[in-house]
Nanobody, 117 residues
Framework: VQLQASGGGLVQAGGSLRLSCASS????????MGWFRQAPGKEREFVAS????????YYADSVKGRFTISRDNAENTVYLQMSSLKPEDTAVYSC???????????WGQGTQVTVSS
């Protein structure tokens, strides 16, 4: 499946952004979806994931309570609503698809999120 993330930008600390990840493949609802991020000089880290029909979600402790992952299978899109953003949230955010949690086969190009203090 092909994935394309969008919605990044520059925002002040405390602000909000909503990222989108559109899929061009078939059977979007067959995939568990995840968001990951990579800051300069750091390894890629898990942010959030969502089950095929949105029943189950997981979050990294660092974003719990501030970020919300959701999906619209009719639109083949997964979202990441980010609120109360902090400078340490600055990173390139990418989406991924896979057959199950923690097993992602397809990755999209990232979108840059920059949070200024």
């Amino acid at each position: 499946v092909q994935l394309q993330a969008s919605g990044g930008g520059l925002v002040q600390a405390g602000g909000s952004l909503r990222l989108s990840c559109a899929s061009s493949g078939r059977s979007f609802s067959s995939y568990v979806m995840g968001w990951f991020r990579q800051a300069p000089g750091k390894e890629r880290e898990f942010v959030a994931s969502i089950s095929r029909f949105g029943v189950t979600t997981y979050y990294a402790d660092s974003v719990k309570g501030r970020f919300t992952i959701s999906r619209d299978n009719a639109e083949n899109t997964v979202y990441l609503q980010m609120s109360s953003l902090k400078p340490e949230d600055t990173a390139v955010y990418s989406c991924a698809a896979g057959p199950r949690f923690a097993e992602y086969d397809d990755w999209g190009q990232g979108t840059q999120v920059t949070v200024s203090s």
